[in-house]
């Protein structure tokens, strides 16, 4: 891990992350893709979350970033009610949190830097100030030699590792990823994976959604379960708790 990612863990125990009380959420020509979802992220804690294509793993994901808003049910993060938040309040917990979108969503009129950087910059940090923390995570991820380069230059494996090189790169409370080792070989994704451990055992509650159960595995994190709209919690052995 790098040494940029290194922060103390907060040592006083504190309101759970994330939590869910009864939601539900669907769109218009699917409105039941979550029913009566109940789910408490302790700080600090490592989750995969699995279930079928189509499941609403995404959509919840969604929730949690504050692009959608439940229909039903109860939303809060860091301990505060954000259910009905006003959109004005969102980008405050937006910087609280790292998020990799299935689609990247890198700014292609970007170099690799430039956007693993763009958290930091937008924080209102200068470049010269955090130069080295961003080349140092970049080679960590492997992209130590494309720093210069522009996405639509990129692999999708590249692509994937910026993304995820962003989304940790200002250490946040709270990390979302979705499929994010989907584009990487086995070698690099437990590499990643490896990543999030130490970002997570530095404090970090860290959720990744995932179709790979066999890396949830190999990680030993909790494992949650969407199906037919309901969550339910795994083991991490893979059996019901
Ligand atoms: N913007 C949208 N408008 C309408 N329906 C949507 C929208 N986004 C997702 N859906 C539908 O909601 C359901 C859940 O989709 P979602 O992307 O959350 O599932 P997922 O578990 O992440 O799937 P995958 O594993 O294939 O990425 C699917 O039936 C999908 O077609």
Wanted: net charge positive; charged share 20%; aromatic share 4%.
């Amino acid at each position: 891990m790098p040494n940029s990612t290194r922060r103390a863990a907060d040592p006083d125990s504190a309101p759970d992350t994330v939590r869910l009380r009864g939601v539900g959420f669907g769109y218009a020509d699917r409105p039941d893709v979550l029913r009566d979802v109940n789910l408490s992220l302790t700080q600090g804690s490592f989750h995969f979350l699995t279930g079928p294509s189509g499941a609403g793993k995404s959509s919840l994901l969604r929730l949690l970033t504050l692009a959608e808003r439940p229909q039903t049910g109860r939303i809060s993060l860091f301990g505060r009610n954000v259910t009905d938040l006003p959109r004005g309040g969102v980008p405050a917990f937006r910087r609280q949190m790292g998020v990799v979108f299935q689609d990247f969503r890198l700014l292609d009129h970007l170099t690799a830097f430039e956007n693993a950087a763009l958290p930091l910059t937008l924080a209102g940090g200068k470049t010269a100030d955090h130069a080295a923390d961003v080349a140092e995570m970049l080679r960590w991820v492997g992209l130590g030699q494309r720093m210069d380069a522009l996405p639509p230059a990129l692999s999708g494996g590249e692509k994937q590792r910026l993304a995820i090189a962003r989304a940790v790169i200002t250490r946040p409370r709270l990390i979302l990823a979705d499929e994010p080792t989907g584009s990487v070989d086995r070698a690099m994704g437990d590499k990643l994976m490896r990543l999030f451990q130490s970002l997570n055992k530095l404090g970090a509650t860290v959720l990744i959604a995932s179709h790979d159960e066999a890396m949830a595995e190999r990680v030993g994190a909790s494992v949650l379960r969407l199906e037919n709209g309901h969550l339910s919690q795994m083991t991490p052995a893979g059996e019901a708790a």
